[in-house]
């Protein structure tokens, strides 16, 4: 068990929904971090927030966006859905940017 | 534009045998190297990780090699089981000043058979 919480763990919405994504990192750290797998794209960076404020930029649909809040949840909100935007959400939690960072078990999206 | 090049994206090894996965960076910055391995319906896990300033990393059965002038690093998985059966992603981030989000490989498959 990494520390980070993910929910929910499944869901299945219809194309043109909007869905939201919720992460609580571990317990200390600062940085929550997003990203996207894929089967042919792997891990994507999406998004880094650290404590309450975007930090760092990846590749980020317009669609998409994030919040970290002043506990330190974050959550990844994904609008306008269409069926390519199927995939494995992971959120991630780190003390110090740059190293080490702790995996959530992820969010499966399912868009039909 | 792919910072971090894997290869191969999928390796069948023998129980025993050694397994080899290798990755390729792009930015010199980078100081930061890990390898993750990820279970099916979990989230990638740790697994080693190294920095420039040493040539080689050991832990247990696992070793990554790292070659600054090549901008290449590797794992190897000696001793392969079938419980090492897992997808491997090698990543490379700036640590420090003006550091950055861990950039991942896309990943190889690796499953160790009887």
């Known amino acids: 068990d990494s520390g980070v919480t993910q929910t929910p763990k499944h869901l299945i919405t219809a194309t043109g929904q909007r869905v939201t994504l919720r992460c609580s990192p571990r317990?200390?750290?600062?940085?929550v971090y997003w990203y996207q797998q894929s089967l042919d794209q792997g891990l994507q960076f999406l998004i880094q927030?650290?404590?309450?404020?975007?930090?760092a930029k990846g590749n980020i649909l317009e669609r998409f966006s994030a919040q970290q809040f002043p506990d330190l949840h974050s959550e990844l909100n994904l609008s306008s859905l269409e069926l390519g935007d199927s995939a494995l959400y992971f959120c991630?939690?780190?003390?110090?940017?740059?190293?080490?960072?702790?995996f959530g078990e992820g969010s499966w999206l399912t868009v039909v | 534009q792919q910072q971090v090049k894997q290869s191969p994206q999928s390796l069948i090894v023998q129980k025993g045998g050694i397994s080899i996965i290798n990755c390729a960076y792009e930015?010199?910055?980078?100081?930061?190297f890990p390898w993750y391995q990820q279970f099916p319906g979990k989230g990638p896990a740790l697994l080693i990780a190294?920095?420039?300033?040493?040539s080689e990393k050991k832990e247990g059965r696992f070793t990554i090699s790292f070659n600054k002038s090549a901008k290449q690093f590797s794992l190897h998985i000696m001793d392969s089981q079938p419980g090492d059966s897992a997808t491997y992603f090698c990543?490379?981030?700036?640590?420090?000043?003006?550091?950055?989000?861990?950039?991942f490989g896309k990943g190889t498959r690796l499953s160790v058979i009887a």
């Open positions: 991630a939690s780190s003390e110090i940017s740059g190293n080490t960072i702790y």
């Open positions: 317990s200390g750290d600062l940085s």
């Open positions: 927030y650290y404590n309450g404020e975007e930090r």
């Open positions: 930015n010199t910055a980078f100081d930061y």
């Open positions: 190294i920095r420039p300033d040493v």
């Open positions: 990543a490379a981030s700036i640590s420090g000043e003006g550091n950055t989000p861990l950039v």
